[in-house]
C-alpha cells in the first residue's frame, strides 16, 4: 500500500481499508481461495496507490489508460500499481450517494479484480445486485436495466 503525500488524506485509513476489504469473505479472499499481505520489503504481486487525479493519470497512462474524464481509478497493468484516485476516494460517485465506506470497498475490489484478470460486466436483470466488476462509478443502470450499488465480489457471503 503506497499513498501520495501530500493529498491531506490519512494514509493508515487507506492501508486499513484496503487490508480489510480484500481479506473480508466476500472479496477476493472468498472462503480462503487467497489472502492479501502487507509486505515492508521484497518484492509484492502489486502495489494499491493512493494519488491525486494528475498521478493517477500519469500512471494509468502507462498501461494505455485515460482516467481524466471521469477521475477514475484503474490497474496500471503493464505497472505494478492499482491506482485509487484520491478525488473519487474523497468523493466517492453519484452511483452510490453518500455510501462512501461501501463506495470505497467496491473501488478496491473493482480495480484489484482486474489486477487479478477480470474484465468488465453488467448486470443482467432489472433490480440485480451489480457485479463488482461493472464501471459503478460511472454507471447503474445501463439498456433499460437498473442495477443495485454493490461493493462485494461474493455479496451473499
Known amino acids: 500500500v503506497d499513498v501520495e503525500q501530500g493529498l491531506g488524506l490519512e494514509g ?4 486499513e481499508a484496503v487490508q480489510k476489504t480484500l481479506n473480508d469473505k466476500r472479496s477476493w479472499a472468498h472462503g480462503g481461495a487467497r489472502t492479501f499481505e502487507r509486505i515492508s520489503s521484497g518484492k509484492p504481486d502489486f502495489v494499491i496507490t493512493l494519488a491525486s487525479p494528475g498521478t ?5 497512462a502507462k498501461s494505455g489508460l485515460d482516467t481524466t474524464e471521469d477521475n477514475v481509478s484503474c490497474d496500471s497493468a503493464s505497472t505494478e500499481r492499482v491506482m485509487i484516485n484520491a478525488y ?9 450517494g453518500d455510501k ?4 470505497r470497498q467496491m473501488l478496491i475490489n473493482h480495480e484489484v479484480g482486474h489486477r487479478l484478470g477480470y474484465g468488465h460486466v453488467t448486470c443482467d436483470k432489472d433490480g440485480e445486485l451489480a457485479p463488482v466488476m461493472q464501471q459503478q462509478t460511472k454507471f447503474l443502470d445501463h439498456d433499460g436495466i437498473h442495477c443495485r450499488a454493490n461493493p462485494w465480489v461474493y455479496p451473499g457471503s
Open 88 to 96: 473519487r476516494w474523497a468523493q466517492g460517485s453519484t452511483t452510490y
Open 12 to 15: 493508515a485509513l487507506f492501508a
Open 100 to 103: 462512501i465506506h461501501s463506495y
Open 56 to 60: 493517477t493519470a500519469e500512471w494509468c
